[in-house]
């Protein structure tokens, strides 16, 4: 159970920019403004929520995690594989190392005010239909991604991260892998929240578990991955969703062929039209990432195939 613990008031200043006229020409002022944040703590996790004066929520920080949810404008999201959207006005964002208990007051004036892609933003430039999206030297970094290339059995193939899909060697320490041309454009369940989270949004990447990377097989980042552990893995379905907040990555046993082991991974969007809990994910039956319900319902809640194996999320 959440319990809300002291509440402290911060007065930071923040910048705001104003047009003015100055005869014939416009001029570009700044004008300096106060604005007071009445910071929260909270536990189960231990984090601290963030509201203006008027007690308006806009922001909240999670003890030991990099992920961030910001108040933001609206925004839905659509995919041609259901009817279904997702309306939200959470913005997720990235701090640059795990946030420690003290609220860095101008990061979040500038991130309240940002409006260039989050964690939610860039894992649907990887969805089906997305259009291609280059960096600022001409490089492909997004765009509909496959799972991986089709093999003789009519199966996708495993295996594709991040840098298959950029085409680029990534080092590791002393360790460089190389990428995979025959899964160049695509990016297993794994592979799809490394590159979300690690090569776009900054958070260290590793190979293998252990230490403050990201490591590279599901069921290694839902037990060994940097940030807070949500819903813990009690080795049976979770109907935890209370726990959950936008961008939390979500853990499933799917396959019937390995066992117990955690086998797919995602990230959880929030609550859709119909009033139920979706989540993103690259698979194999729709060939990439989808909030979709080609092969499988996105849908944490329910009696689909991913609601039965639902079992454990993390704050990264």
Known sequence: MRRLGRRQRIVAPIWTALVVCQWSNLALALQ???ITYVLTRQTDPASTIVAD???AWRATFTDGASTVLVHGPSRTFVESTTGATVTTS???RALPKPFAGAVD???LSTRLADRSPDALAIAMQYATGAPTVYDGGGSKIGGDADYGPLQADGTRQEGADFNDY???PWTYGSTTDPPEVDQAGALDCSGFLRMVWG?????P???QPGGAAIPRRAHQIASSAPGVVVVKDNGV???AYSKLATGDLVFFDAATDDGTQIDHAGMYMGLDSGGRHRFISSRKTVNGPTIGDVGGRSLLDGTGLYAKSFRSARRL
């Open 237 to 239: 379905v979770s109907t």
């Open 32 to 34: 300096t403004q106060s």
């Open 199 to 203: 090569y776009r949004l900054g958070l």
């Open 166 to 168: 950029l085409g680029v």
């Open 53 to 55: 004066a008027d007690g």
């Open 105 to 107: 007051t101008d990061w």
């Open 205 to 207: 990447l590793g190979l």
């Open 90 to 92: 959470n913005w997720v």
